[in-house]
């Protein structure tokens, strides 16, 4: 008798759910890694007024002493 794609021993198919696990969820972090990449891109054009930045602070301390003398 032929043997189906689901008699396989369940070691293997437990080994190939494993390996599935492992690789697939790869995407969705990523995306989220890429949503943060981006999030931090957007910050710096608003930073100034928010003061979110670090470069953008030192930016603003640069032009401090020169409006208050």
């Given at each position: 008798?032929?043997?189906?794609?689901?008699?396989?021993?369940?070691e293997e198919?437990?080994?190939?759910?494993?390996i599935?696990?492992?690789?697939k969820?790869?995407?969705?972090?990523?995306k989220?890694?890429?949503v943060?990449?981006?999030?931090?891109?957007?910050k710096?054009?608003?930073?100034p007024?928010?003061?979110?930045?670090?470069?953008a602070?030192q930016?603003?301390?640069?032009e401090?002493?020169?409006?208050?003398?």
């Open positions: 008798m032929p043997r189906r794609k689901n008699d396989k021993p369940k198919n437990q080994l190939r759910r494993s599935r696990l492992i690789t969820p790869a995407a969705p972090v990523t989220k890694v890429a943060k990449k981006l999030a931090k891109a957007k710096p054009k608003p930073a007024v928010e003061n979110s930045d670090g470069k602070d930016a603003q301390k640069a401090a002493p020169a409006d208050t003398k």
